[in-house]
């Protein structure tokens, strides 16, 4: 793509922005409005911890799966028509969500539900990159980094207003309206062709993500069995990573033939993979965390949802508030100040909470998730600019989608890991009789996945240590783009 001149931005390109900018706050906000309402569903729905995580890692592994494919929906299929499809998909699923008579029409909407946000994210960006003058771009990234940051703060604290009230149904039937409104606004405002371009989508490679990452997040989540049933974490770990490796080898023989779903060339960077590794460790213990401490705070310490809520909001908004000072600070010291910073936080945070109790103070507990919330505000803006920055503009596209993928897929990995070992070591207290009550027992459960969460997030600050800003090499004559947060 030519730089663009310096022109301000037109009115029509600023309402696509707008209609997009909105659309993505939305199925984002959706995203995290199920972590408060979990408890909720468990007892409502008569499901276990175990079972009730896979409404947020369903979620998580659908994203993975289409992420990868939305390259190809974009150069196949106009800026309009990809549009309608993501959101008519987001709208679907949110309404046969509020209308789920149980547990598996619940599960199946939010894979539709799915589909729909990891088009609309991918379609925002490419769109920012293609309407936006390079000299303005910077300017409305920022401002795209504020919404989709706040928005999944926003998420639990209006999900627990809800359920204070209402019916879990209505975290779907508030936001269909607003989905609908934004599908109809953007199905009028926007236009675009689709790219001259037209690669061919592999189908093999698509069909090997489902067992690839699928087997690898099941098996996870079978650490966390009593062995009575399931499949085990064997077989499926066995079967996520013969298929990862089939759909590895797929990709590098494309990149020679053809058009790869992934151009794993990216990983030739050495930034970017430490960026990558170290994104993926951060997301396993963010979701992780998201998951386990509603769960703690309504059925230990017997928090209302909104109460929950509340609670967790200042947090949310530390991590989403702080992006864009982040990002100047990250221009004017680099990554390794901050990196190192966030993920010695993040850990020093993680540790102390192996150590929580039925009796710890709410207020400690509302200070340990700010604390980590802020490492994690100083971790994954440098990150992100420090891994995407090497790569050249022809990676750019798969470099992010791979980005995104492996995103998505440690999110769904950390929080079947970390709910299955609590939910193990939960069990194996209760039935060895050295827990005198349940919630001994739990707290058991949540102090293991802590303590594990905790020594993954070790790795971080070893990662963190190595990343250096390293810009792609400009080609004589052209103009340099701007650092983009």
């Known amino acids: 793509m030519t730089p663009a001149s310096d022109h301000p931005i037109s009115r029509e390109n600023r309402l696509v922005i707008t209609a997009l900018v909105t659309a993505t706050f939305v199925v984002i906000l959706n995203e995290t409005i199920m972590n408060v309402a979990l408890p909720r569903l468990m007892a409502e729905l008569r499901i276990d911890a175990s079972t009730v995580q896979w409404l947020a890692t369903a979620f998580m592994l659908t994203m993975s799966v289409v992420i990868p494919t939305t390259g190809f929906l974009l150069q196949r299929l106009t800026r309009k028509t990809v549009y309608i499809l993501a959101m008519g998909l987001f709208s679907t699923g949110t309404l046969l969500a509020a209308l789920a008579p149980g547990f598996g029409i619940l599960l199946l909407a939010r894979v539709v539900q799915a589909c729909g946000t990891a088009i609309m994210l991918p379609l925002l960006m490419t769109s920012v990159l293609t309407l936006i003058p390079v000299t303005r771009r910077g300017q409305v990234m920022g401002a795209v980094s504020i919404v989709i940051s706040v928005a999944p703060a926003i998420g639990p604290t209006l999900s627990g207003l809800i359920l204070q009230f209402l019916s879990w149904r209505f975290m779907f039937l508030t936001v269909l309206p607003i989905a609908l409104a934004a599908l109809f606004f953007g199905a009028r405002k926007l236009g675009g062709s689709a790219e001259a371009e037209r690669p061919s989508l592999d189908l093999v490679s698509v069909i090997l993500t489902v067992p690839a990452f699928g087997g690898l997040v ?53 930034m ?17 965390v998201v998951i386990l401490l509603p769960i703690y705070l309504q059925q230990v310490r017997g928090l209302d949802t909104l109460s929950t809520g509340l609670l967790l909001l200042p947090g949310g908004l530390v991590m989403g508030l702080l992006a864009p000072t982040v990002g100047k600070w990250f221009d004017r010291v680099g990554p390794v100040p901050l990196t190192l910073t966030g993920t010695a936080l993040m850990t020093a945070v ?7 109790t039925a009796d710890t103070p709410i207020w400690l507990v509302l200070a340990l998730h700010v604390a980590l919330s802020l490492g994690l505000a100083l971790l994954f803006t440098p990150a992100f600019t420090s891994g995407l920055n090497p790569l050249p503009p022809h990676l750019y596209s798969h470099g992010s989608a791979i980005l995104s993928t492996l995103q998505q897929v440690a999110g769904a990995a950390g929080t079947a890991l970390l709910v299955g070992i609590m939910a193990s070591q939960a069990h194996a207290v209760a039935v060895s009789g050295s827990a005198t009550t349940a919630v001994d027992a739990q ?16 790795a971080a600050i070893v990662l963190a240590g190595f990343l250096r800003n390293r810009p792609a090499p400009v080609p004589e004559g052209a103009e340099p783009a701007p650092a983009m947060h």
């Open 350 to 356: 993680l540790f102390v909470l192996a150590f929580l």
């Open 218 to 270: 099941y098996g996870l989540s079978q650490l966390g069995g009593d062995g009575s049933g399931g499949l085990g974490p064997v077989l499926p770990l066995a079967v996520g990573l013969l298929c990862l490796a089939l759909f590895t080898w797929r990709q590098l023989a494309l990149q020679r033939s053809g058009s790869p779903l992934l151009d794993l060339r990216a990983f030739t960077h050495p």
């Open 443 to 458: 707290m058991a459960g949540f102090r293991a996945a802590f303590l594990v969460a905790a020594c993954v997030a070790v």
């Open 272 to 288: 970017y993979t430490v960026a990558t590794a170290l994104l993926v460790v951060g997301m396993i213990a963010l979701f992780g």
